[in-house]
Nanobody
Framework: QVQLVESGGGSVQAGGSLRLSCAAS????????MGWFRQAPGKEREGVAT????????YISDSVKGRFTISRDNAKNTVYLQMNSLKPEDTAMYSC?????????????????????WGQGTQVTVSS
């Protein structure tokens, strides 16, 4: 049974930082895409960043490029989203997602519908 558990959300002032964690268990695929998505009230879900295992290739959406980074800790089966220089428009529910992929796929997309497994989400609120 696949489980994704997010943590690290909270309330910060604009310009602050947060690090979100996604602890994964039960993923038996040899090649996996891990993604972070966010959804603000009244808005569509937006892909933020992806991490390809085992290629370690990452993708950051243009909307957060230069401020957010994605990384992983193999030993802890955890993927992180480091968010710096946060803005009020970053306020959203952030969710971690995962899908199996093929060995020759080294880059992961941000098509939410393709991700099979989702965490419960963690709220990020940025005040001005």
């Amino acid at each position: 049974q696949v489980q994704l558990v997010e943590s690290g959300g909270g309330s910060v002032q604009a310009g602050g930082s947060l690090r979100l964690s996604c602890a994964a268990s039960g993923l038996t695929y040899g090649h996996v895409c891990m993604g972070w998505f966010r959804q603000a009230p009244g808005k569509e879900r937006e892909g933020v960043a992806t991490f390809n295992l085992p290629s370690d290739r990452t993708y950051i959406s243009d909307s957060v490029k230069g401020r957010f980074t994605i990384s992983r800790d193999n030993a802890k089966n955890t993927v992180y989203l480091q968010m710096n220089s946060l803005k009020p428009e970053d306020t959203a529910m952030y969710s971690c997602a995962a899908k199996g992929t093929l060995p020759w796929v080294t880059d992961c997309n941000l098509v939410a519908a393709e991700y099979n497994y989702w965490g419960q989400g963690t709220q990020v609120t940025v005040s001005s």
